[in-house]
T-cell receptor, first 109, second 113 residues
Framework: DAKTTQPPSMDCAEGRAANLPCNHS???????VYWYRQIHSQGPQYIIH???NNETNEMASLIITEDRKSSTLILPHATLRDTAVYYC??????????FGPGTRLSVLP | ETGVTQTPRHLVMGMTNKKSLKCEQH?????MYWYKQSAKKPLELMFV???????ENNSVPSRFSPECPNSSHLFLHLHTLQPEDSALYLC????????????FGSGTRLTVV
């Protein structure tokens, strides 16, 4: 079973920031938080990951709370092509990734 | 180009057929995975190979038979499937088992008739 919980769906207006929350209240100290997304009928795509510090790359930013019990993925300027299912996963190296149902993000024109 | 190539993209097969799905990665990764994604369901891990050795079989029925001849290639042999086996089959690879940055292929959409 997935160890994270996410809202099943969210809407975001095109051009606005999309903030996708994830709850991982049972995360252990050596577990990373990973985010992937899956555009319809394609394979999931890696977005970003982090342990304690906030992270940013060309795709998104990841904000992890100080107690590490939750995190937020931020897409700063959502486009229609960001419409996808977003998966938040907590994992340690050596364990296989377990995907939950994710959040279905709809970016609206 | 994701670095993980799956063929065919689409497959329709009868319940008595035998077919194979192929996955190839050119990323130098050591671990490869098969996942199944049924309609409106999360991805389910089926098999894991690490350095060509199978390290996990997630209670998959024997009508699915994986093969990993080397670290770059992974096959899923199918025989006497059921209509409920219709799904998107995804292959992934990573540098080490469970390492970050899984790279997925585009999947094979399988329909069993």
């Amino acid at each position: 079973d997935a160890k994270t919980t996410q809202p099943p769906s969210m809407d975001c207006a095109e051009g606005r920031a999309a903030n996708l929350p994830c709850n991982h209240s049972t995360i252990s100290g050596n577990e990373y938080v990973y985010w992937y997304r899956q555009i319809h009928s394609q394979g999931p795509q890696y977005i970003i990951h982090g342990l304690k510090n906030n992270e940013t790359n060309e795709m998104a930013s990841l904000i992890i709370t100080e107690d590490r019990k939750s995190s937020t993925l931020i897409l700063p300027h959502a486009t229609l092509r960001d419409t996808a299912v977003y998966y938040c996963i907590s994992n340690i190296e050596g364990q296989n990734f377990v995907f939950g149902p994710g959040t279905r993000l709809s970016v609206l024109p | 180009e994701t670095g993980v190539t799956q063929t065919p993209r689409h497959l329709v097969m009868g319940m008595t057929n035998k077919k194979s799905l192929k996955c190839e990665q050119h990323l130098g990764h050591n671990a490869m995975y098969w996942y199944k994604q049924s309609a409106k369901k999360p991805l389910e891990l089926m098999f894991v190979y690490n350095f060509k050795e199978q390290t996990e079989n997630n209670s998959v029925p024997s009508r699915f038979s994986p093969e990993c001849p080397n670290s770059s290639h992974l096959f899923l042999h199918l025989h006497t499937l059921q209509p409920e086996d219709s799904a998107l089959y995804l292959c992934a690879s990573s540098q080490g088992q469970g390492a970050y940055g899984y790279t997925f292929g585009s999947g094979t959409r399988l329909t069993v008739v």
